[in-house]
Structures are given as structure tokens and as C-alpha cells.
């Protein structure tokens, strides 16, 4: 099937630990972008590529980090700077052509 | 910077009224793209409308309709004839039209709405 897979759906995060999100397409999409949503909130871009090997923050960046080594994948690391990553993770990808297309999202909690 | 705006954090309605969800934005550019997704209890979100800053015409698609007005910066969604699985959060979106691919999107808070039977 062709689509954005998120994997795990649901994630839980010991305090001091880093943990990373996987997002994997096969839409052939040049661009990828992560999303964070917390309760009753809007979607807010910590970061996003454009291209292999390259990436720009958004604007909730700092906790995060992010690598583009493959056109298909494009990981999330929620490291332990982040001081309140309990969300919603949401990964899309787009061409120029296209709309943003996203995953099925990556719950995560602290615990 | 761009924003979007959407005034209205919770509609709820009866069954079969029609809705209107509010979407104001800002940007500098001259060329852009707006959006409108729907988000389910699911969680994903499932995309509506693309339209482009050139085009300002009306759409009309089923029960859903937009209205596009440049001149108050502002990008409508009416549901006719709501139905219960209308029910989700509605995010409006904004994003720079540029030549290479992709291009960062800025959502609205978006709008919870509920239709009750």
C-alpha cells in the first residue's frame, strides 16, 4: 500500500531518556515535516526537510532532532532537552504538487 | 511570518443545521496555497481542500462549500446539512508557494465540532 507509515502508535518515555519516532513513505515526496499537537491545540512544525541529508527547524525545535539519510524515512529524536514531550506526533510529506499528506500519528507519554 | 486564525474553538450543532468554520490568515507572500483537514478521533488527518492564492473562486464538493475572499484575507468552510460524522476538528492551513517541493504548512488552532442526532 502506498502511504506514510508512524510507527509505534503509542510510546512511553521514561524521564532523562531519548527516544526516537519512525516515519517511513513510499509516496516518492521530496518534503517530510513533523508535527507536535497537544490537547485541544493546533499542529505546530518542529521540523521539516525538503531534500536528502537536509533539514530546517521549525518553530518548536529545540529537544528535537531529525535526520534525512534516506528520500523514505525521516526520524524523530525526542531527546531529554525536551522538558514536556507528552503529544501527539504527526509526520506529512508533500511534493510541490501536491497537498501534505500524513501519517497515522505517535502518541507519546512520559511516564 | 504567516498565521492563521480560526476564531471559533468549539461548534456544536444539531443534526442536518448547516456550519460555517471560520479561517483567517496572514502572509506576506503573493503566492500561496490554503488548506483544510479534517481530524477524526483517530487522530489523522485527512485532507479536504487545496486552493491556490490566484484562484478565488468558490467550491463546491457534496455538502462542503468554501469561500475564498482575498480581500478579507479569509478562507470559509460551510457544511450543509451537518451530519453526526461530520463530527471532528477542522484545521485551516497556510503554506508559501514556492518552486521547490514542499513547503512548510501553518495550521490554525482548529475547530472542534460536534453534531448531536
Known amino acids: 500500500d502506498g502511504g506514510i507509515t508512524q510507527s509505534p502508535k503509542y510510546l512511553f518515555r521514561k524521564e532523562g531518556q531519548n527516544v526516537t519516532l519512525s516515519c517511513e513513505q513510499n509516496l516518492n515526496h521530496d518534503a517530510m515535516y513533523w508535527y507536535r499537537q497537544d490537547p485541544g491545540q493546533g499542529l505546530r512544525l518542529i521540523y521539516y526537510s525538503q531534500i536528502v541529508n537536509d533539514f530546517q527547524k521549525g518553530d518548536i525545535a529545540e529537544g528535537y532532532s531529525v535526520s534525512r539519510e534516506k528520500k523514505e524515512s525521516f526520524p524523530l529524536t525526542v531527546t531529554s532537552a525536551q522538558k514536556n514531550p507528552t503529544a501527539f506526533y504527526l509526520c506529512?510529506?508533500?511534493?510541490?504538487?501536491?497537498?501534505?499528506?500524513f501519517g497515522q500519528g505517535t502518541r507519546l507519554t512520559v511516564v | 511570518a504567516q498565521k492563521v486564525t480560526q476564531a471559533q474553538t468549539e461548534i456544536s450543532v444539531v443534526e442536518k443545521e448547516d456550519v460555517t468554520l471560520d479561517c483567517v490568515y496572514e502572509?506576506?507572500?503573493?503566492?500561496?496555497?490554503l488548506f483544510w483537514y479534517k481530524q477524526p478521533p483517530s487522530g489523522e488527518l485527512v485532507f479536504l481542500i487545496r486552493r491556490n492564492s490566484f484562484d478565488e473562486q468558490n467550491e463546491i464538493s457534496g455538502r462542503y462549500s468554501w469561500n475564498f475572499q482575498k480581500s478579507t484575507s479569509s478562507f470559509n468552510f460551510t457544511i450543509t446539512a451537518s451530519q453526526v460524522v461530520d463530527s471532528a476538528v477542522y484545521f485551516c492551513a497556510l503554506s508559501e508557494a514556492r518552486e521547490t517541493s514542499g513547503s512548510r504548512l501553518t495550521f490554525g488552532e482548529g475547530t472542534q465540532l460536534t453534531v448531536n442526532p
Open positions: 506529512a510529506t508533500a511534493s510541490r504538487y501536491t497537498e501534505a499528506f
Open positions: 502572509t506576506r507572500d503573493t503566492t500561496y496555497y
